[in-house]
């Protein structure tokens, strides 16, 4: 079964410093997605993706975020000068179209820990 | 406005049958009616989707009146695998128009031996 897959899977980051969270999406889908969830709390929209532009973007998702698709395969979410409450799992996801009839595939996840 | 609710938390114990129900008043009238479970550290995991009456599939069974303000998933004879959280979604509509798959809280099922 085709499954989305993020790298890493734990990632420990100092407060200041840049992180790219990575994703391969599957492969015929084009609907791509990044959500947060903050231990204890709920699943958190941060912004998606299609025909290689931003489709739409939460209020979470502010200049201190970035998503690129650099090539065919790879889907990636960039946070500059991280914060303590970036601290949370983000999981890339993804749908084969538009229609609201379709399922989202979600990866395992990253684990991010600003020290 | 939430677009969805559940029950924050339900508990039951192993061969039981469980039924959680999610309140959906404002559902557009192109909105379908999906649930996703998700275990801790995991990703969500799409269970079952529909628009209307009933779907059934390999792992659950989801009911859905006519006035699709409401829907039932229910999971036969859950097992301690089941414990998980369980998101109802009826999706939303961002300002650039596109489709969005929204969590709400979710539903903490704990199955007990």
């Known amino acids: 079964e085709p499954e989305v897959t993020q790298t890493p899977s734990h990632q420990v980051t100092q407060m200041g410093q840049e992180v790219i969270l990575r994703c391969v999406p599957i492969?015929?889908?084009?609907?791509f997605y990044w959500y947060r969830q903050i231990l204890g709390q709920k699943v958190e929209f941060l912004v998606s993706?299609?025909?290689?532009?931003?489709?739409?973007k939460s209020e979470i998702f502010d200049d201190q975020f970035s998503v690129e698709r650099p090539d065919g395969s790879n889907f990636t979410l960039k946070i500059r000068s991280t914060k303590l409450e970036d601290s949370a799992m983000y999981f890339c996801?993804?749908?084969?179209?538009?229609?609201?009839?379709?399922?989202?595939?979600f990866g395992q996840g990253t684990r991010l820990t600003v020290v | 406005l939430a677009k969805t609710t559940q029950p924050i938390s339900m508990d039951s114990y192993e061969g039981q049958e469980v039924n959680i129900t999610c309140s959906h008043n404002?559902?557009?009238?192109?909105?379908?009616i999906t649930w996703y479970q998700q275990f801790p550290s995991q990703g969500p995991r799409f269970i079952i989707q529909g628009y209307k009456t009933k779907v059934t599939n390999e792992v659950a069974s989801l009911f859905i009146p006519a006035d699709r303000k409401s829907s039932t998933l229910s999971l036969p004879r859950v097992s301690l695998s089941d414990t998980a959280v369980y998101y109802c979604l009826v999706g939303d509509e961002g300002t650039g128009g596109s489709y969005i798959p929204t969590f709400g809280r979710g539903t903490s099922l704990i199955v007990h031996p």
């Open positions: 996801a993804s749908r084969p179209g538009p229609d609201r009839n379709t399922e989202a595939f």
């Open positions: 492969s015929n889908h084009l609907y």
């Open positions: 404002n559902i557009a009238t192109n909105d379908y």
């Open positions: 993706f299609y025909n290689n532009e931003i489709s739409e």
